[in-house]
């Protein structure tokens, strides 16, 4: 008889709804896959460390990324993410153990006397009470419900990492326009430095107008000079002024908190060699690659999850209490009322509608994967693009400094000519030129490979260092479920 129920439950449960021929051949891929060793070279560097601004040696950067961190609007939204994946995570966890409630009803209701209750119900009104203790419990044979708490602590740790993503993105943003506000206080300098130097030059065109060397023409022309220097200057003045605005919007406050914000003092760029353990460890200090992972794995479970739907499921209810007509007689020991016994669902047709389902995790899972893979691809190219940026910024800043240093010279010498009456205004003013756009580049350059080193530290998680479950999760060779 134990055979032919065996046999007969066989053949039921292959007549059901299945889900042959429905898989899935994604994986993410390992960061062996991606090579990197001449881009990404060994070089002896460290980690970036949490408080990395201080090494720009401002302390008012720090302070401003600190603020924005306490006010930001971006980073609230990613908390509130946080707590909202961790309440799914606890109801979850709520349907793995059994529950149990309490019903107390009272309903007034008449009867009619044409049916199975005879006189003195029937035909009637009565008043009916019911107190009921239920409880229930899902026996969960195949895992359904711990796959899917499974799922739902993937989902907040990936909602956790999310968080110090936007943490990142945010204190590195303020970086980025800080540093832009550093170059356009560094061309205003130059600028107002240029105004100097040329109505100096107007002082001497003066003069040697005044002995017949020079004329009207040339002190028109240094006029016009100084008045296009100045207006850079004032052209300059509104660009600073918007990108306090701008860093004021980073922080999370009103426009006029931009106004405070005085000029900044960065220091020279900090060292940027990198670490030995790059590549392979850069999956645990992104956030957005160990956020990525996560989203596999909760991925993973709810396809397990769809794939638990198909088979039978089994809950086991009780219920005692009291039901009666009338309150008097609620709690006699004939009022009692007892209900006990299993309930078993098993599928058997649904148009599809369990394999659709499947399909629809699976179709998750393979985004969740290309997701991951994707943004692996996007790490290591950020790191090796930055270290290219800075190597070549390094370059270009010896020969701007070598050029700079030339157009000086050259300028002073142009200076004592123009003096001693041996050269005209216009040579000069084209000393005068050169020797602008130089001093112009070298400033550029400068706050161009602060602004590399600041991106080459987001790049590199900018100090973010995952726990020890989340290298575990990304270290994990992760099978199709």
């Known amino acids: 008889m134990r055979v032919l129920g065996v046999s007969l439950l066989t053949a039921a449960l292959s007549a059901c709804v299945n889900y042959r021929g429905i898989r899935s ?3 993410p891929a390992p960061v062996s896959d991606y090579t990197s060793a001449i881009s990404i070279p060994a070089q002896g560097g460290t980690w970036p460390a949490m408080d990395w601004s201080a090494r720009f040696g401002d302390p008012q950067l720090t302070a401003l990324i600190n603020e924005a961190v ?5 980073l609230a939204e990613a908390k509130a993410r946080v707590g909202k994946a961790s309440a799914y995570a606890e109801q979850a966890h709520a349907a793995t153990g059994p529950s149990a409630d309490v019903k107390d009803t009272f309903a007034r209701e008449h009867f009619s006397g044409n049916t199975f209750l005879p006189p003195p119900v029937g035909n009637s009104w009565q008043n009916e009470n019911s107190l009921i203790f239920g409880a229930s419990y899902d026996l969960d044979i195949w895992g ?6 499974r799922s739902a602590i ?3 740790r990936a909602a956790e990492a999310e968080e110090e993503q936007a943490r990142l993105v945010l204190s590195t943003s303020v970086a980025h326009a800080y540093v ?15 105004v100097a130097s040329r109505k100096s030059i107007g002082s001497l065109t003066q003069a040697r107008v005044q002995t017949g060397l020079d004329n009207e023409v040339e002190s028109r022309t240094i006029d016009v000079t100084i008045d296009a220097t100045q207006t850079d200057v004032s052209e300059l003045d509104g660009q600073i002024a918007t990108t306090r605005y701008q860093l004021a919007a980073l922080l999370g406050k009103g426009p006029d908190r931009g106004l405070q914000i005085t000029q900044p003092v960065l220091l020279a760029a900090p060292d940027s060699a990198l670490p030995d353990s790059l590549p392979a460890d850069l999956l645990a200090r992104r956030p957005d690659v160990v956020a990525a992972h996560w989203r596999i794995d909760a991925a993973g479970h709810d396809v397990k999850v769809a794939k638990a739907d198909f088979f039978p499921d ?4 009780a219920a005692v209490g009291y039901d009666a007509f009338g309150w008097g007689r609620l709690f006699n020991s004939s009022s009692r009322s007892v209900q006990a016994g299993p309930a078993i669902h098993l599928p058997l047709f ?3 509608a369990l394999r659709a389902q499947l399909k629809d995790r699976y179709a998750g899972y393979d985004a969740a994967v290309a997701d991951y893979n994707q943004t692996l691809i996007g790490a290591l190219n950020d790191v090796a693009t930055q270290v290219a940026t800075i190597h070549a910024v390094a370059q270009q800043q010896v020969t701007a400094q070598s050029a700079y240093d030339a157009s000086r010279r050259a300028y002073d010498l142009e200076i004592i000519r123009y003096k001693a009456g041996l050269d005209p205004q216009l040579q000069v003013l084209s000393a005068d030129v050169a020797r602008l756009e130089q001093s112009q580049r070298v400033a550029t350059l400068r706050m161009q490979r602060l602004d590399a080193q600041v991106a ?3 790049a590199m998680g900018g100090g973010y260092a995952a726990s020890s479950e989340d290298v575990a999760a990304v270290n994990r060779t992760q099978a199709s479920p």
């Open 180 to 194: 832009h506000l550093a170059l356009l206080y560094a061309l205003r300098d130059v600028a107002q430095n240029e």
């Open 144 to 149: 359904k419900n711990h796959e899917a708490l």
């Open 456 to 458: 080459l530290i987001q």
């Open 25 to 27: 051949d994604s994986h």
């Open 154 to 156: 993937s989902e907040r």
């Open 314 to 317: 089994i809950n086991l209810a």
């Open 350 to 352: 649904d148009g599809g």
């Open 70 to 74: 306490a006010n930001s609007p971006t």
